[in-house]
């Protein structure tokens, strides 16, 4: 019986390799493409780390099988012990390397996801639009307050780094450290099963090979080798989120060096110093703290004052310009749902609720249900108001659905 069980466990240890081999790793969405019948439907993104990262998948376990046949000839290593290595080596290339690469280096994935993820949190946050902004009484058509203004002032995919050497790193530091090798909102919102299969199957693949005492396989089943193997891959793991987080370090050296030179005048210097960071955390260019005026954001929030103000006209321009640069922005498309709420454009409104809906479909925020059920909501006040009773009852049937899922 254990041995058929660790013949299933292989199969979907393999299986669940096909699956990451297959699917996507990480999928931000950058647009929409319009359907049939008014329907969208997204335009995705995906690092170009992604691939490497695959193949290289398939050249360890390809590398690990021949070594595991050409050891069983020879009787020399058992042939669990290549796969045991292999399975241990994909589950800190995928689980550690990947995410680090991925949020550090290849900046404009990366800083799309973080930005995506703060417009989402601007809308869910406790003094975000889902909580405070109810944009009706009961009475449909009659607005109550305004979009609210909880985007940050300036825009972060990582903590700045702050760890000059590895005395800085401590366990208050533990969460930014995180975020530092990858793990960060902007990741975990727009990872996908295909990443998740990859770290499932190698740590299944681990487990099925290592060598367990008393099982019939042509290895020593030695209960100090396994605490030896269980050692060295926590040691090696340990080592790989230290090199992970070097580039952090040498860019928060770098920054130190630009903030003192700044100070003391030397701005040049300072440039100098700023370009250094950021070549060894490309995402660091995206920082509008320290690299970078954010004109898009910045218009974005002028956008919203300017909806506030009463100034509608004014605001449903740049809303609609700011929205054809980048039409995954929720933050702008919930602004311009208000804004054809306001001026009784109802097929401008079906568009944007339909943007809406197709944008967040790629979110894992378990939040997102009561803000697609809430614009519905909207388009259906809207349709009462054009007397268009059919689709009423379709937009309250999905401003309820949502919540229920």
Known sequence: ????????????????????????????????????????????????????FKLLVVVVLVLAWWLGRRFKRKGSVSWATPMTVAGSI???????????????????????????????????????????????????????????EALPRSFQTMPTPSVLSLTDLHLTKLQHMFIWLGLSPGFCQFVTWGWF??????????????????????????RRSLYRLVGVFVFTGFAVCLVGLLPIMMAAQELTRAESSANNGK???????????EKWVPVLSYHTDLLRDEAYRGALRLAI?????GLIGRAAAVLEHLTAIDPSSVKADYAMQLV??????????EQDVAKFETIYECFESPEKSPLVAAAHRRL????????????????????VTPLTQ
Request: proline share 7%; hydrophobic share 40%; net charge negative.
């Open 305 to 309: 004052k300017d909806f506030n103000s």
């Open 380 to 399: 259906a006040d809207l349709e009462f108001d054009y007397h268009d009773l059919p689709k009423i009852g379709d937009e309250m049937r999905a401003a």
């Open 267 to 277: 701005y040049s210097e300072s440039i100098r110093h700023l370009d250094l960071a």
């Open 1 to 52: 019986m254990p041995g058929l069980v660790l013949r299933i466990a292989r199969v979907v240890a393999f299986a669940l390799f096909g699956v990451s081999l297959v699917f996507h790793w990480l999928h931000v969405p950058v647009g929409v493409q319009p359907k049939s019948h008014g329907a969208y439907s997204t335009i995705f993104e995906e690092p170009p780390s992604t691939v490497p």
């Open 340 to 349: 054809h709420l306001r001026e009784f454009r109802k097929t401008q409104l």
């Open 197 to 222: 299969s990859g770290v499932i199957g190698s740590l299944l693949l681990v487990i099925c090979f290592m060598p367990l005492k008393g099982n019939q396989r042509s290895s020593p089943g030695d």
């Open 90 to 148: 994909s589950l800190l290339g995928i689980g550690i390397v990947y995410p680090a690469l991925t949020m550090q280096r290849c900046a404009e994935v990366s800083a799309h996801a973080g930005w995506l993820q703060q417009q989402n949190f601007s809308l869910i946050v406790s003094v975000g639009d889902s909580f405070l902004g109810q944009e009706y009484f009961y009475e449909p058509g009659q607005p109550e307050v305004q979009v609210n």
